[in-house]
């Protein structure tokens, strides 16, 4: 004699759901979300596109030029590579202007985007990375 | 055979909640990391940019000065830069020459959150 509550609406016998397709099947689909899935965050920095306009030049902000182990101001009080410290000495007071932040050459982004947020660090406010300066041009 | 199953639940909803799926550069790119800057949304173009100076466009290789021919630069838009932690900025200055005087796009470059 079938029980009443083990029939289904047809009347017919409800199959009870195979545990071991089922756990294929999640297993499937915890291997995809693994793979896929990146708990690293990204992070920005929007680059300023070159324009060569003449009042653009005219307030040039000052420009601080990283090279590889040293540092340079391109105002005319420092031009020969110095320490950071001497730069910032120069700079300090000016944490509210505009700077520049330029690579020489051969300077990968990296060291850049370091010496970037050590301004960053410091206080300074309207910061940019500027167009990469050749040794040769100084 | 059902607590493991229990098991296998817990960490599929743990990977389907907390992580995130978004196209990843490419395996060669190593972004550089920074721990100061503003979080990063996602752009529907994507530059990378590699070590050696190749650059793709959403994951296609071009040229560098090829770049005006594929992308609109006359209309306005953001696009987001990958570029290795190793590229040097002469490199970095090269692909923006390409959209000099085009102050209606904002390129954004992407680091890895430290």
Not at chain 1, 12 to 27: E, Q
Not at chain 1, 89 to 116: C, D, F, H, M, Q
Not at chain 2, 79 to 104: C, G, H, Y
Request: hydrophobic residues 50%; without cysteine.
């Amino acid at each position: 004699m079938i029980h009443m509550d083990s029939l289904g609406s047809g009347g017919r016998r409800a199959k009870p759901i195979s545990l071991t397709a089922l756990i294929d099947v999640v297993f499937i689909l915890l291997m995809f979300f693994m793979l896929t899935s990146s708990f690293s965050q990204w992070q920005m920095l929007e680059l300023s596109v070159p324009t060569s306009s003449e009042q653009a030049e005219q307030d040039a902000p000052p420009v601080l030029i990283v090279y590889e182990n040293e540092f340079a101001l391109l105002t005319d009080v420092i031009k020969r590579p110095v320490s950071l410290k001497s730069v910032l000495l120069e700079l300090s007071g000016a944490v509210n202007k505009p700077l520049v932040i330029s690579g020489e050459e051969s300077v990968t982004l990296a060291r850049l985007l370091n010496v970037y947020e050590q301004m960053q660090i410091l206080g300074f406010k309207h910061l940019q990375i500027g167009q990469s300066i050749s040794e040769k041009s100084e | 055979m059902i607590p493991l199953i229990n098991i296998v639940f817990l960490l599929l909803i743990f990977f389907m909640v907390a992580g995130q799926i978004k196209a990843q550069p490419d395996q060669a790119i190593t972004l550089p990391s920074t721990a100061q800057l503003e979080s990063a949304q996602a752009q529907t173009l994507r530059l990378e940019l590699f070590a050696d100076g190749q650059l793709m466009l959403n994951g296609e290789l071009i040229e560098v000065a090829s770049l005006k021919s594929k992308i609109d630069l006359e209309s306005a838009g953001s696009i987001a830069l990958f570029a290795d932690a190793r590229v040097t900025a002469k490199q970095l200055d090269e692909l923006l020459s390409e959209f000099a005087n085009t102050p209606q796009w904002s390129i954004e470059l992407y680091t890895l959150e430290k």
